[in-house]
DNA sequence: TCTGGGGTCCTAGGACCC
DNA sequence: TCTGGGGTCCTAGGACCC
């Protein structure tokens, strides 16, 4: 797939392309897009579905060599991390030694074909903003005495915390420029945006609110949840339609309450996202006084909330989301019911683990159209089947 | 200007406690 | 039954990130 045009996309009609090789950028693909539209701009290109594992994989590859080089790495998102450098940069000969022998250690241990950019500044905020300009492996080093120019030209969109809807909002009050920002009054900002207004002020300065926290010292997960848009909405009205969404939310509720397991976690809060045909939609949720964790008993709750909503438009997305966790999977239970439960629980999650992800689940489940393939996947996976 | 899936944080109002 | 002042928790929704 080397030079050619891809898109990591689904094939339907309302696939979104999330990423694009630069042969499909030269085409004037544009992320995000509907991959209908891409094939009519660039009839070629190739869809290509993603491999979160994988992702996974490389992500900790990757944050394995950072941790050689500071001990004060924060975890951004799957590709980004901020490193604090200030112990650590005269060991390895200064900030740009340090960079170069990353980009060095990525080709050496991941592969050629990994680029990665470095931006190095007096802060994380500017750091960000210089390493998504120097794109694709580039490196570009700012020091304290340039941050303002560097400011006065950035628009302030182009900071990180800084979306559509807030830069019409400050756009109103007069602020183009990331540099308006910060000499903006910050008790306007405060009395305007509340708590968040300090958050701008020092954005607009190129100042970090938080200094970089590693992960070690970073919370737990707050939240686990799973959703899914229908290639075709579903009308709750049709039986066999209405089957299909519970049958997804019934999948959805077992894969978040299973993550939550693995992290030994615990819930009490169920939250139901439904969005309608529309594009118009609703989150409910709903806090219950005992935590909970098997799949069954989150759908249970999520049928709870479903019943106190109005289903006479055909349905989209349906999503659930625990969130209220504590840690406690673990913990010893003294009720009889509560021990079976949780043997009961064990075994699936073993069954699952040793023969594939779905090779037992509940019936319902099967409703759900992606039955087919994730039974022929565990089977391969198993078998080596075709 | 309508496209997915994974998240986080903040706000405002209501219910409830002493 | 009404009044004040301090607080917590829950819920719905918005904005933002990758």
């Not at 004060?72 to 740009?96: C, H, M, N």
């Not at 979306?163 to 308006?180: F, P, V, W, Y």
């Not at 069954?296 to 289903?311: C, D, G, H, N």
């Not at 992800?357 to 319902?364: D, F, R």
């Amino acid at each position: 797939l080397r030079h050619r045009p891809i898109a990591i996309s689904g094939d339907g009609a309302n696939a979104v392309v999330v990423a694009a090789s630069k042969e499909a950028k030269a085409r004037g693909i544009k992320t995000p897009i509907l991959f209908g539209e891409a094939k009519a701009k660039c009839p070629q290109i190739i869809a290509v579905s993603g491999d979160f594992h994988k992702y996974v994989f490389v992500h900790r590859q990757i944050m394995d060599i950072f941790d050689r080089f500071s001990p004060d790495v924060e975890v951004f998102s799957i590709d980004e991390a901020f490193l604090d450098l200030t112990k650590t940069q005269q060991r390895f000969g200064g900030p740009g030694a340090v960079a170069e022998k990353i980009k060095k250690a990525m080709r050496q241990e991941i592969g050629e074909w990994i680029t990665c950019s470095i931006g190095i500044a007096p802060s994380k905020t500017i750091a960000k903003l210089v390493s998504s300009l120097s794109k694709p492996d580039g490196l570009s080093i700012i020091e304290s005495k340039d941050v303002y120019k560097l400011l006065s030209k950035t628009n302030i969109e182009d900071l990180c915390g800084i979306g559509q809807r807030m830069k019409e909002h400050l756009n109103r009050l007069g602020i183009k420029k990331a540099s308006d920002l910060g000499k903006y009054s910050l008790l306007k900002l405060e009395d305007r945006f509340g708590k968040n207004g300090y958050f701008y002020h020092a954005l607009g300065r190129g100042e970090d609110v938080n200094k970089i926290c590693a992960e070690r010292d970073q919370g737990r997960e707050k939240s686990f949840g799973h959703n899914r848009t229908f290639k075709k909405s579903l009308d709750f009205n049709i039986r066999d339609e209405r089957n299909e969404l519970l049958g997804c939310l019934l999948k959805l509720a077992e894969n978040a309450a299973k993550r939550m397991r693995r992290q030994g976690m615990i819930a009490r809060t169920v939250t139901l996202h439904i969005r309608f045909a529309d594009f118009s939609s609703i989150l409910k949720s709903k806090t219950f006084s005992l935590p909970f964790y098997t799949g069954l008993e989150v759908y249970q709750k999520a049928l709870i909330i479903l019943s106190e909503v109005f289903l006479e438009r055909p349905v989209r997305l349906v999503g659930v989301r625990l969130s209220n966790l504590k840690s406690g999977y673990f913990q010893k239970h003294l009720l009889l019911e509560d021990r079976k439960k949780q043997e009961l629980t064990n075994a699936f999650d073993a069954i699952n683990k040793k023969w594939g992800a779905c090779s037992i689940q509940h019936g319902l489940a099967l409703y759900s159209q992606e039955r087919a393939y994730d039974y022929s996947t565990a089977l391969q996976r198993r078998f080596r089947v075709s």
